[in-house]
C-alpha cells in the first residue's frame, strides 16, 4: 500500500464532475467508469484546464458534458481523429477519448486501426456492452452471435469483433481491460493508461441494464487475468487466443515512442482556408 | 474478483487511527455521494418518491461524514489511492449497489438497497475491529458498528410501510431513450 502523509492532494474526484446531470439509465455502468474517471483525474492531479475529454456519438459518448474539464461531444465514430489533431496540436494537453462499442468498433473502426498504428499519446476509453442503447438495443459488433432480442430474432449469427485483439495487431503501445462495476480497479487502469505514452486502449464492460438485462451477471463472470502484464507482442497474442473476454487487468505495455510531429509556425491562417474552399 | 460491493475478504489489517479514520471518512463520503447520484437519477427518470428517499438517505450518510470529520480534527489522515482502500475489487463497502438500481425501481427496492449497504458497513466495522491489533481502533470501530446496527433496525422499520411490488413492476413497453 502507497500511503502519502506529507503530499494531500489538492483536487478530490468531484472536482473533475461538471454541475450537469447524467441522463443514463440508472443502473448503467457508464455513472461507474465517469467515476473512475474522475477518480483517475483526482489521483494524477491534473488540472481540470489541461485535460480534454472527447467523444463521438452514443450513451457513453455524452461523458465530455459531465466532466468538468474541456470537451468535444463531437460526430459518430469520429472521437479518435478529433483528438488526434488535438493531441499533435496541443501535446501539453492530456487527451481522453470515450467511446462505445458501436461509436468506437463500427462506425470508428477504421479509425481505431490507424489511431493504434499511429501511436499519439490518447487515452481511448470504450465503454462496452455489446448493444447500441441510444437506438434502442440493435446488436453492436461485439454482441454475441445467439443474442436473442426483438430487433434481431434468433441472434445476428455474426462473430463479434474482439476489440484487444485489433488494438494488439494495430500497435497499441498499452492494452487493457476493466469492469464497471469495479470502480477503484478501473480507476487504476485509466490512471496507468494515462501515464503510458502512446496510444493507451482500455476496454471497460460496462452493462446496459435497459437493453441487455442478462449484462446484470457480469458481475460473476468478470475475473483478475491471472498474468502479469507483458511487453511482449507474441506472448501477449496467445494470452488473447484463450481469453474469455471477461479477463480484466492490463494485458500489454508496448515501449514504441509516441508519434508527436513537431509543432511548428501555423503556414496559413483560418480565414486564408476558407478562402481555399471558397465558390 | 469478487461481486460488486461485497465485504472486504483480505485480511483488514488497519493498525492506526489514521488509518481508520481515512478509511471510515471514505467509506461514509462514497456512500453520501452515491446516493445523492441516484437521487439525480430518479430526478432525471420523473421517478420523484425514489428520489426524495434517496436524497434524505444521502444526508444520513454526509452527517456521518461530518462526525468522522469531527473525529478525525486535529489529525493527519493518510492520502490512499482509491485502488488502495482494503475493499479491493469493489466500491466502498456502505455504497448503495448503484448498477442494481432501476429507473422504475420503488421505495421497496431503494430501501433494501440501503439495507445491504448498511449490512456491509456493519459488518466492514466489526471486521476491522476483530483484526486489529489497535486498542483505540478496535474501541472506534465497534462503535461505528454498533451505529450501523442501528440504522439497519431503522431501516428495517421504515421498509415495513413498503412491501415487496408484484412481479412485473418493472414492465415498459417503451424503455427509455436517451434526450440528445
Given at each position: 500500500?502507497?500511503?502519502d502523509?506529507?503530499?494531500k492532494?489538492?483536487?478530490?474526484a468531484?472536482?473533475?464532475?461538471s454541475d450537469?446531470?447524467p441522463?443514463?439509465c440508472p443502473?448503467?455502468?457508464?455513472?461507474?467508469?465517469?467515476s473512475?474517471?474522475?477518480?483517475a483525474?483526482a489521483?494524477?492531479q491534473l488540472?481540470?484546464?489541461?485535460?480534454a475529454?472527447i467523444s463521438?456519438?452514443?450513451?457513453?459518448s455524452?461523458?465530455p458534458a459531465?466532466?468538468?474539464?474541456y470537451?468535444?461531444?463531437?460526430?459518430?465514430?469520429?472521437?479518435?481523429?478529433?483528438?488526434?489533431?488535438?493531441?499533435?496540436a496541443?501535446?501539453?494537453?492530456t487527451?481522453?477519448?470515450a467511446?462505445?462499442?458501436?461509436?468506437g468498433?463500427?462506425?470508428?473502426?477504421?479509425h481505431?486501426?490507424?489511431a493504434?498504428?499511429?501511436?499519439?499519446?490518447?487515452?481511448?476509453i470504450?465503454m462496452?456492452?455489446?448493444?447500441?442503447g441510444m437506438?434502442k438495443?440493435?446488436p453492436s459488433?461485439?454482441?454475441e452471435?445467439?443474442?436473442?432480442s426483438a430487433?434481431?430474432?434468433?441472434?445476428?449469427g455474426i462473430s463479434?469483433?474482439r476489440?484487444l485483439?485489433?488494438?494488439?495487431a494495430a500497435g497499441?503501445?498499452f492494452?487493457?481491460?476493466?469492469?464497471?462495476?469495479?470502480p477503484?480497479?478501473?480507476?487504476?487502469?485509466?490512471?496507468?493508461?494515462i501515464?503510458?505514452?502512446?496510444?493507451?486502449?482500455?476496454?471497460?464492460?460496462?452493462?446496459?441494464?435497459t437493453?441487455?438485462?442478462?449484462?446484470?451477471?457480469?458481475?460473476?463472470q468478470?475475473?483478475?487475468?491471472?498474468?502479469?502484464?507483458t511487453?511482449?507482442m507474441?506472448r501477449?497474442?496467445?494470452?488473447?487466443?484463450?481469453d474469455d473476454?471477461?479477463?480484466?487487468?492490463?494485458?500489454?505495455t508496448g515501449?514504441?515512442?509516441?508519434y508527436?510531429?513537431?509543432?511548428?509556425q501555423?503556414?496559413?491562417?483560418?480565414?486564408d482556408?476558407?478562402?481555399r474552399?471558397?465558390? | 474478483?469478487?461481486?460488486?460491493?461485497?465485504s472486504?475478504?483480505e485480511?483488514?489489517?488497519?493498525?492506526?487511527i489514521e488509518?481508520?479514520?481515512?478509511?471510515?471518512?471514505a467509506?461514509?463520503r462514497?456512500a453520501?455521494d452515491?446516493?445523492?447520484?441516484?437521487?439525480?437519477?430518479?430526478?432525471?427518470h420523473?421517478?420523484?418518491?425514489?428520489?426524495?428517499?434517496f436524497?434524505?438517505l444521502s444526508?444520513?450518510?454526509?452527517k456521518?461524514?461530518?462526525?468522522?470529520?469531527?473525529k478525525?480534527a486535529?489529525?493527519?489522515?493518510p492520502?490512499?489511492?482509491?485502488?488502495d482502500?482494503k475493499w479491493?475489487?469493489?466500491?466502498?463497502?456502505e455504497?448503495?449497489?448503484a448498477?442494481?438500481?432501476?429507473?422504475?425501481?420503488?421505495?421497496h427496492?431503494a430501501l433494501?438497497?440501503a439495507l445491504d449497504a448498511?449490512q456491509?458497513?456493519?459488518?466492514f466495522y466489526r471486521?476491522v475491529?476483530?483484526?486489529?491489533?489497535?486498542?483505540?481502533?478496535?474501541?472506534?470501530?465497534?462503535?461505528?458498528?454498533?451505529?450501523?446496527?442501528?440504522?439497519?433496525?431503522?431501516?428495517k422499520?421504515?421498509?415495513?410501510?413498503?412491501?415487496?411490488?408484484d412481479v412485473?413492476?418493472?414492465?415498459d413497453l417503451d424503455?427509455?431513450?436517451l434526450?440528445e
Open positions: 500500500m502507497s500511503m502523509t506529507v503530499c492532494p489538492e483536487l478530490v468531484r472536482d473533475y464532475k450537469i446531470k441522463v443514463w443502473g448503467c455502468g457508464d455513472y461507474s467508469v465517469l473512475s474517471i474522475t477518480k483525474l489521483e494524477l488540472p481540470p484546464e489541461d485535460v475529454v463521438g456519438i452514443g450513451c457513453s455524452r461523458i459531465y466532466v468538468d474539464c470537451g468535444f461531444h463531437g460526430v459518430h465514430g469520429r472521437s479518435l481523429p478529433l483528438a488526434t489533431g488535438l493531441k499533435v496541443r501535446p501539453d494537453l487527451v481522453l477519448v467511446s462505445g462499442d458501436g461509436d468498433f463500427s462506425i470508428g473502426g477504421n481505431f486501426m490507424h493504434a498504428r499511429r501511436n499519439v499519446d490518447l487515452t481511448y470504450v462496452d456492452n455489446r448493444v447500441y437506438t438495443g440493435q459488433p461485439t454482441t452471435p445467439d443474442w436473442d430487433l434481431a430474432p434468433g441472434g445476428t463479434p469483433f476489440p485483439v485489433i488494438a494488439l497499441a503501445n492494452i487493457a481491460r476493466g469492469f464497471a462495476g469495479d477503484n480497479g478501473t480507476a487504476k487502469l485509466i490512471t496507468e493508461a501515464r503510458h505514452p502512446g496510444f493507451s486502449f482500455v476496454e471497460l464492460l460496462s452493462p446496459c441494464i437493453f441487455r438485462p442478462d449484462q446484470k451477471n457480469w458481475k460473476t468478470v475475473h483478475d487475468a491471472v498474468v502479469d502484464p511487453d511482449d507474441g501477449a497474442a496467445r494470452r488473447l487466443m484463450t473476454g471477461f479477463n480484466t487487468g492490463v494485458l500489454f515501449e514504441r515512442a509516441p508527436q510531429p513537431p509543432v511548428g501555423a503556414t496559413a491562417t483560418v480565414s482556408l476558407e478562402e474552399f471558397a465558390l | 474478483m469478487k461481486p460488486t460491493n461485497a472486504p475478504t485480511n483488514l489489517n488497519i493498525n492506526n488509518e481508520f479514520l481515512a478509511h471510515a471518512r467509506m461514509e462514497e453520501a452515491q446516493y445523492a447520484e441516484l437521487a439525480e437519477q430518479m430526478e432525471v420523473n421517478n420523484r418518491e425514489v428520489a426524495e428517499l436524497a434524505r444526508a444520513i450518510e454526509g456521518h461524514v461530518d462526525k468522522i470529520v469531527e478525525a486535529n489529525r493527519d489522515l492520502h490512499l489511492a482509491p485502488w482502500f479491493q475489487g469493489d466500491g466502498a463497502p455504497s448503495a449497489a448498477m442494481e438500481a432501476h429507473y422504475m425501481m420503488t421505495p427496492h433494501t438497497m448498511e456491509r458497513a456493519a459488518d471486521r475491529a476483530d483484526e486489529t491489533d489497535d486498542p483505540q481502533v478496535k474501541t472506534m470501530s465497534l462503535e461505528m458498528a454498533a451505529e450501523e446496527v442501528e440504522h439497519i433496525a431503522w431501516l422499520d421504515w421498509l415495513k410501510k413498503y412491501p415487496e411490488p412485473g413492476w418493472d414492465d424503455p427509455p431513450m434526450q
